[in-house]
């Protein structure tokens, strides 16, 4: 195999197998079972179990944040977008904690923190590059720095939720409250 068919073989075992069982159910063994291939080679290309988790995450992210940015209509309603669009982007966030990492691992683990860290802020990275890249934020200089604190606010807010929810139902209900009771206040703040 080479080199590229090997990584892919491996993402995409680790891809299944944690939105399965969750990052934390998962060995390294399954997934190296699962991509047919040796443990080892799994750390030749990957220097961690996380760090491919990571790589997995944010080329999930990658990719629907550049479906949401390609489906932009080049008239619209600054707030309702920029509303659609955190709203979107939290979603997003949601299903990466639930269906990849696992509620478990994020309020179990010495490392979800940090591990948790280090992936919003790549996200917020990725979102302000990404959305910079829309003919409308790339126009206004305003609006895209009104974006730019608009996404990192709400990033801080929704990660915020792993942490301090102690059911997966409480984290729904922090999503609707977040929705309806402080994302149109942020909204309304990046558009000033």
Known sequence: MEVDKIKESIKA???????RYGYHKTSVNEIARK????KATIYKYFDSKEVLLHTILMEYIRISVDEL????????NREEYLSNLILKTSRLSYTVCNE??????????????????????DLEKLLIRSFQEIPVFRKD???AEGLRFLIKTSKSIVF?????????????KNFVSFHKEILP????????
């Not at 991509?35 to 040796?38: F, G, S, T």
């Open 100 to 121: 990849f990492i696992g509620w478990e691992f994020i309020r179990e683990s010495t490392n979800s923190q940090e591990f948790l860290k280090v992936l919003s802020d």
């Open 141 to 143: 200089e305003k609006l």
């Open 160 to 172: 915020s939720f792993a942490f301090t929810s102690v059911s997966d139902s409480d984290v729904r």
């Open 35 to 38: 991509a047919k291939i040796a």
């Open 69 to 76: 940015i390609h489906n932009t209509p080049d008239e619209v």
């Open 13 to 19: 075992a680790a891809q299944e197998l944690f939105r």
């Open 185 to 192: 206040y942020l909204v309304k703040a990046a558009v000033k």
